[in-house]
């Protein structure tokens, strides 16, 4: 008598820690525990993680036996198994099909995110109000102005942007400021750098902006003034060429700076610079750490624009200034203004779904959109789709 050998189908599953980047011509996942990564563009793999993330199979799919031996599913799945991504279960091992949940994302409408935290919008949202830039010249209305950041609730971080000398009673502004225990950041040219301490200590620092060509004369008197103090600066540098970049390491090293950033600038005529050090490679991309949650957040919102509102000398409220006003503080209320951007703005929600980035991998792993984009007029600054 021969035994006749019966065919092992098999439960084919992915960890829960594995985000799936998927389009019609790649998969991507993404182990989120090591950073270890699969690409696959085989039609097979793609077919079968996509049946893999249909909500109703949540995360478990049958494998026939025969579909196992397929060359590019079986080579996929040893890869998978080694980098401990995923598995493949005998059928006859387990009692029905066993349970797994993927970490899902497919809110197609933002509002649904807040929904489903079971959150009420505005008010959550009003606390999450995480920085209030202040644009200072001299038309600010210091006493229309106060009254409205008293309106403001929590500890945000304030930052009061522009030449703040020529703001009448700016020592006002300062002295309110001073009574507070959030941080503040005074950003202003290296030109209007003015002297804080003593009067002034209360979680101050300075931002200080730099644009070449170099004053070398005011560069001076505000090294002297930022010496003369101990409050925190940082400068950041605005370069649009390698020579400014150069010019920095050597004012850097000449004047022994220790908290510096770049600032690159673009001018309209140096996309060659952008792209030498600002568009991203693949291996810049997949350098990034990512958690299942930076993954989610990534989804929902925009981290340089969420929770932030930018006030501008004539009292125009904005979540990002590329964007339209979203009303006047001297005629609305800090709800208004945060309720007129969750419901029509263009910034705190402005995500990575545009084309050609909706088609790509790597959607989700890519920073979301920034200024530059919006400067350089390109959805996608990178060096992976042109
Ligand atoms: S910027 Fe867009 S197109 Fe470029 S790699 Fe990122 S997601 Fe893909």
Request: proline share 4%; glycine share 4%.
């Amino acid at each position: 008598m021969t035994l006749m050998k019966t065919a092992i189908d098999y439960w084919f599953t992915i960890e829960p820690y594995v985000f799936v980047g998927i389009t019609k011509k790649k998969i991507l996942l993404y182990n989120t525990l090591d950073g270890v990564t699969i690409e696959s563009d085989k039609d097979e793999v793609i077919k079968l993680l996509l049946e893999t993330l249909q909500e109703e199979n949540c995360g478990v799919v049958l494998l026939t036996n025969e579909r196992y031996k397929q060359k590019d599913i079986n080579s996929f799945i040893c890869e998978l198994r080694e980098k401990f991504m995923g598995d493949v279960i005998d059928i006859a091992l387990s009692k029905g099909k066993p349970v797994q949940l993927l970490p899902y994302f497919n809110f197609s409408d933002k509002h649904e995110i807040y929904k489903r935290h079971n959150f009420s919008l505005l008010k959550n949202v009003l606390e999450k109000l995480s920085e209030i830039s202040i644009h200072v010249d001299d038309t600010t209305n210091i006493t229309k102005l106060i009254p409205f950041l008293l309106s403001i609730q929590g500890s945000p971080t304030f930052n009061i942007i522009g030449n703040i000398g020529k703001v009448t009673y700016y020592s006002e502004l300062l002295s309110y400021f001073d009574q507070h225990s959030s941080p503040k950041n005074i950003l202003c040219s290296y030109k209007n750098v003015i002297a804080l301490q003593p009067t002034y200590e209360n979680n101050f620092s300075y931002r200080i902006s730099v644009h070449f060509p170099i004053d070398m004369q005011q560069w001076n008197i505000s090294r002297q003034v930022l010496l003369n103090q101990t409050l925190p600066v940082e400068y950041v540098f605005d370069v649009s060429s390698d020579e400014d970049s150069q010019q920095v390491e050597q004012l850097v090293e000449q004047y022994q700076i220790e908290k510096y950033r770049l600032n690159p600038i673009y001018t309209g005529d140096n996309i060659r610079f952008f792209e030498e050090n600002v568009f991203l490679t693949k291996e810049d991309i997949l350098s990034t750490s990512m958690t299942i949650k930076d993954f989610f957040t990534r989804q929902a919102m925009n981290i340089y624009d969420f929770g932030k509102i930018n006030i501008m000398p004539n009292g125009d409220a904005y979540a990002n200034l590329n964007h339209p006003a979203l009303g006047n503080i001297f005629t609305d209320g800090i709800y208004e203004i945060v309720h007129k951007e969750v419901e029509a703005g263009k910034s705190w929600f402005r995500i990575r779904n545009q084309a050609p980035c909706n088609d790509c991998v790597y959607q989700w792993l890519c920073p979301p959109p920034s200024n530059y984009e919006i400067a350089i007029g390109r959805p996608n600054l990178c060096h992976v789709s042109k």
